[in-house]
């Protein structure tokens, strides 16, 4: 093996499922029914010191335009100061994909050029936020808003939701197909709610045991994205 790299150890497969008709970018459900559904319930983050009963559902699909996704959260209280700070919302309530090419052996000491954070979530107004980053050696440089695509969060009596289309060339993957080979992790955010501070981190949450670093520290364990034809 090179000097400065390691074996990928992936964590969880998600497989996007292929879509003929693309669903409606609405909060909805009703594009979604026989979809595989994966858990985002591991908790791999936060304060240990504060307890949460946050989760969410996953669902996502696939076109030669865009990856798809529907989360469908469950968390009382919704919590999100950072409207107008969009590298800063995954601190709050919110929802993101870590995503970027498989490769093995990986680099140890720094992210793939074109690994790529997407965050989404609601505003306690009732909007939608963005949020994209790109690496930036290491770790995740600080972002900005991504306003290719369409994403909407709503609330729901439980929670919330999030769908989104989000464009491949946003993701700044290639030519995706059944031949791809791509990482990724889910995650989810919730933020604490109360007190001196409110709106900063109290959990993070994944699909994907493995995450409990960030950035090159977590590389060589990111889970694993199949594009189902």
Do not use: C
Not at 127 to 138: I, P, S
Not at 192 to 214: D, T, W
């Amino acid at each position: 093996m090179p000097d400065g790299y390691r074996a990928a150890v992936p964590g969880p497969t998600v497989t996007a499922t292929k879509v003929t008709r693309a669903p409606r970018i609405d909060g909805a459900t009703d594009d979604w029914s026989g979809f595989p559904t994966y858990a985002v319930d591991t908790r791999v983050g936060g304060s240990r010191s504060v307890r949460s009963t946050a989760s969410a559902t996953w669902r996502l699909g696939w076109d030669r335009d865009n990856l798809y996704i529907l989360a469908v959260v469950k968390d009382p209280t919704l919590t999100q100061t950072h409207p107008l700070r969009p590298w800063a919302i995954g601190s709050g309530d919110s929802v993101g994909i870590e995503i970027g090419a498989y490769t093995n052996p990986l680099p140890a000491d720094r992210l793939g050029s074109r690994d790529t954070r997407i965050l989404i979530g609601p505003t306690e107004s009732g909007g939608t936020l963005r949020a994209v980053a790109y690496a930036d050696g290491a770790a995740f440089a600080t972002g900005g808003v991504w306003t290719s695509g369409a994403a909407v969060a709503v609330r729901t009596a439980s929670g919330w939701r999030v769908e989104a289309a989000i464009p491949w060339s946003t993701l700044k993957v290639n030519a995706p197909g059944p031949t791809a080979k791509l990482s990724m992790n889910l995650l989810l955010a919730d933020a604490i709610s109360s007190g001196a501070k409110r709106g900063s981190l109290g959990s993070l949450y994944s699909n994907n045991p493995q995450r409990i670093f960030a950035g090159a520290k977590a590389r060589y364990a990111w889970g694993r994205l199949a594009l189902a034809d």
